[in-house]
């Protein structure tokens, strides 16, 4: 019948909000949260964290994105779209010179002699060459297979070059979240060593400046029961193994850790997980910050 509104699934989704000019400089929560007053800041991280913000055409994910005089920002009512999210990794941030994932236990970083395609390598890759089949990538760091979390890598070789080079300086904030067996005596402090790798592939610690490369990492315990702690460990320094065997080297190795001395599973998994990231970015120097959920198993062995 004329003048008789379509069906509700035909109609196109809408977004929350109008699009929202900004007015002055600044940085993207507090303009949020300026705009939105309906919502809470819990609401409007969510929004960031599932691709919901748009400023000037592009998705936007972290809540210290800069703002400039004339841009536009828009609350889309859709999720991000699938194609950010694959077997194993999320995508959290892409541009035309890098990508940052949230990676799941047990995916390999990058390929081994007996694994070749079910690594964040390949997927990236396999994702890029989407675009264009001559696109390339580049490992900037590695998580080990059953660690979860944030990682980068590069679309071409002088960006991985730049994060590399200036990795110590660029990172701002590089924290982990780990459970540990038992209760620690202090519930914050630092730990450092030098460490170094054996031919059997297990990382030692050592207080002779002579054996390896000095790392230095700082813990803080958040929660703790009569068997395990929820720690945050923020790292100085990146090396291999770094965390796992500092935990050990406190008579706390990480759950799940059979390697440095853990006896006990009781989530399945490695307790370790990249939490927050935060680098300025090789290119446009920009600040970039992005924090990941807790995971729930970790979040589960402390729930009162």
């Known amino acids: 019948m004329p003048g008789k509104p379509p069906p509700r699934s035909s109609r ?7 699009r929202m000019v900004v007015k002055e400089v600044g940085e993207l929560m507090p303009f949020l949260i300026a705009q939105l007053p309906h919502k809470n800041r ?5 929004l960031l964290r599932d691709g919901q913000i748009v400023v000037d055409g592009r998705v936007v994910t972290q809540h210290n994105h800069s703002l400039q005089v004339g841009q536009q920002v828009e609350v889309r009512r859709e999720k ?9 990794l999320t995508i959290v941030f892409e541009d035309e010179h890098l990508i940052v994932i949230d990676k799941q236990e047990g995916l390999l970083s990058i390929a081994t002699h007996t694994q070749k395609t079910n690594t964040a390598y390949h997927i990236l890759s396999s994702h890029i060459k989407k675009q264009n089949p001559a696109n390339k990538l580049f490992i900037v760091h590695r998580l080990d297979r059953d660690t979860s979390g944030l990682m980068v890598f590069a679309k071409n070789e002088p960006v991985k070059r730049l994060l590399q080079e200036s990795w110590q300086t660029a990172v701002e904030q590089r924290t982990y979240l780990a459970v540990t067996e038992g209760v620690l005596r202090q519930p914050a402090g630092t730990v450092q060593s ?14 002779n400046p002579g054996d390896g490369q000095l790392a230095i990492t700082h813990y ?25 065997v500092h935990m050990q080297d406190l008579g706390h190795p990480v759950v799940g850790d059979i390697k440095y001395g853990a006896r006990s599973n009781p989530i399945g998994r490695l307790g370790l997980h990249a939490w927050v990231l935060s680098f300025t970015h090789p ?12 995971p729930r ?6 729930n009162e």
């Open 42 to 46: 819990n609401n409007i991280k969510t």
């Open 297 to 302: 198993k970790f979040a589960g062995l402390f």
């Open 220 to 244: 803080q315990t958040l929660k703790q029961t009569s068997r395990y702690a929820l720690l945050k460990v923020d790292l100085e320094t990146g090396r291999k193994n770094q965390i796992r």
């Open 80 to 88: 991000r779209s699938a194609t950010n999210v694959y077997k194993g």
């Open 12 to 18: 196109k989704a809408l977004p929350l909000a109008p």
């Open 283 to 294: 290119i446009t120097g920009e600040a970039l910050r992005f924090q990941t959920t807790v």
């Open 194 to 207: 030098y460490l170094q790798e054996s031919k059997a592939l297990v990382v030692y610690s050592s207080q």
